[in-house]
């Protein structure tokens, strides 16, 4: 079945310490591929995406994920982690061949706690 | 650029009344809106889709009698909970793609908080 999967429903992290957050999709083409922060209470955020290209992707806030073809994984990772990290995270995709709409399917979502 | 607001930002409304919920695109065209329903601790799912001057298209096991979608300008969608229960309480996000040929990229809204009592 075409899904996307988020193996950590909750990560404890300790503030500058890095952050690798998982993300595998299961699709019969490689699908356009998102991550999404959502802070409590707030709509989401875009943080990168991937079409084609550069495996390694930049986005904003400092994360970036790198997309692995032979593991159908978009991994996310950020090399020190802040306070204002905490949140939940969300990988989404949208399938291929997609219709006009372009309809997102999102991860079940990981939440990151940061301690001090 | 490409924001989206929602208004109200939380309402709170009794058993039988009916609410609606605005979602904007404030600095582009969007030729399509997506609304989400997110439970607490959970991830979104998609409502419809909506496309300006259509009738929206619902994901199935929706009810589209009880959430009505208009999508009447290129900058406006609203959502309507009809004859709202309890159970029609959550948490309520919009997002908006904008006209660029080929971009997939979708623009989210603050979402609104919807409690019914």
């Known amino acids: 079945a075409q899904s996307v999967t988020q193996p950590d429903i909750h990560i404890t992290v300790s503030e500058g310490a890095s952050l690798e957050l998982r993300c595998n999709y299961s699709y019969g083409a490689t699908p356009y591929l998102f991550w999404y922060v959502q802070s409590p209470g707030q709509g989401l955020q875009l943080l990168l995406k991937y079409f084609s290209g550069d495996t390694l992707v930049q986005g904003i806030k400092g994360f970036e994920a790198e997309f692995k073809r032979s593991q159908s994984s978009f991994n996310l990772r950020k090399p020190s982690v802040h306070w204002s990290d905490a949140a939940e995270y969300f990988c989404?995709?949208?399938?291929?061949?997609?219709?006009?709409?372009?309809?997102?399917?999102f991860g079940a979502g990981t939440q990151v706690v940061v301690t001090p | 650029g490409a924001v989206v607001s929602q208004h109200p930002s939380w309402v709170i409304c009794k058993s039988g009344t009916s609410v609606k919920i605005e979602c904007r695109s404030l600095?582009?065209?969007?030729?399509?809106m997506f609304w989400y329903r997110q439970f607490p601790k959970q991830s979104l799912m998609l409502m419809a889709t909506?496309?300006?001057?259509?009738?929206?298209?619902?994901e199935q096991g929706v009810e589209k009698d009880k959430f009505l979608i208009n999508h009447a300008s290129l900058t406006l969608s609203t959502l309507t909970v009809t004859s709202a229960h309890p159970e029609d309480s959550s948490f309520y996000i919009c997002s908006a793609k904008g006209l660029a040929g080929g971009s997939y990229e979708q623009y989210f809204g603050p979402g609104t908080r919807l409690t019914v009592t």
């Open positions: 600095d582009f065209q969007a030729t399509t």
């Open positions: 909506s496309n300006e001057g259509s009738k929206a298209t619902y």
């Open positions: 989404a995709v949208v399938p291929l061949p997609t219709d006009s709409w372009g309809k997102l399917q």
